[in-house]
């Protein structure tokens, strides 16, 4: 879904599960479906991972590639994730101040995540490890509980969350106080499937995460859902006016209706 469009850049809402660009010519792709639909070329600055949702902005020019680029890396581009996930009893609760607070408002507090990732290029994966670690990169996000939902709380009906378990999640076998949390998260900077590797060591793991949730596919009668993470905002200056641009949009995946 195209959100914006002028000649120097495009703004669109790309779905879970198509990859921003694949080596494979088989395998359909943003930038070949937008370079269709555009009949020319189209510039890649920042990327989403295949199985995340959300906001992704291309330039036609390299005029504006040089100017976005120079966003990212300063950091005055922002950006804005919502993500559903599964608070396990390594979490710290503590950190839901006003559980029920809404997007935007200052009543969830903010918490920050400071890690250093290393990037296992093999097995398409990354880990924490120590600072002094060869190949280590620091990595940095900020998140905020914005609602949050015990286990024993899901509706039997609801097989969005408790399918990874049971069918119901009333039978579902959890340590006392965990859950399932609306997490919104600013990411500071811009690392290997960072999200995903700095939230599962926190105790945060997301919700389909097939690579760091270890309990995604843990009852092999049930589907996994989509990876509940999404780029719901993204702030920057037009490259060529300098205009400030705010593009937002809402999550597709069903697993977030629960909240």
């Known amino acids: 879904m195209i959100l914006y469009e002028d000649k120097a850049l495009l703004v669109c809402h790309k779905p879970a599960g198509i990859p921003v660009q694949s080596a494979s010519v088989r395998e359909k792709d943003m930038v070949s ?19 995340v ?6 330039v036609k020019t390299k005029s504006a590639a040089a100017g976005l680029s120079r966003q990212i890396t300063d950091g ?3 950006k804005i994730y919502h993500a559903v996930a599964e608070v396990t009893a390594q979490a710290d609760l503590t950190m839901c101040a006003d559980c029920d607070s809404k997007p935007g408002t200052e ?9 250093y990732l290393k990037k296992d290029g093999r097995n398409n994966r ?3 490890t120590k600072e002094n670690e060869n190949g280590a990169k620091r990595a940095e996000l900020r998140y905020r509980i914005l609602k949050y939902k015990a286990a024993n709380c899901i509706p039997s009906g609801d097989t969005t969350l408790s399918q ?30 960072q999200i ?7 105790g945060l793991p997301l919700i389909g995460d097939r690579k760091y949730n270890p309990n995604c596919c843990a009852d092999n009668r049930q589907p996994s859902p989509s990876l ?12 060529t006016t300098n205009k400030p641009m705010t593009f937002d949009v809402q999550p597709q995946s069903e697993v977030f209706t629960t909240f």
Do not use: Y
Not at 107 to 115: E, K
Not at 196 to 202: E, G, I, K, S, W
């Open 33 to 51: 479906l937008l370079r269709n639909h555009l009949g020319s070329d189209i510039h890649v600055v920042h990327r989403l991972d295949q199985p």
């Open 53 to 58: 949702e959300g906001i992704l902005v291309f």
């Open 126 to 128: 990354s880990f924490v």
């Open 107 to 115: 009543a969830a507090p903010w918490h920050t995540l400071i890690d």
């Open 164 to 193: 990874e378990h049971s069918s119901s999640a009333d039978s579902v076998p959890k340590p006392a106080g965990t859950g399932f949390a609306l997490v919104e998260i600013e990411l500071l900077t811009g690392r290997h499937h």
């Open 228 to 239: 509940a993470l999404c780029a719901v905002l993204l702030t920057f200056r037009h490259p």
């Open 196 to 202: 995903r590797v700095q939230m599962a060591h926190a």
């Open 76 to 78: 005055s581009m922002r």
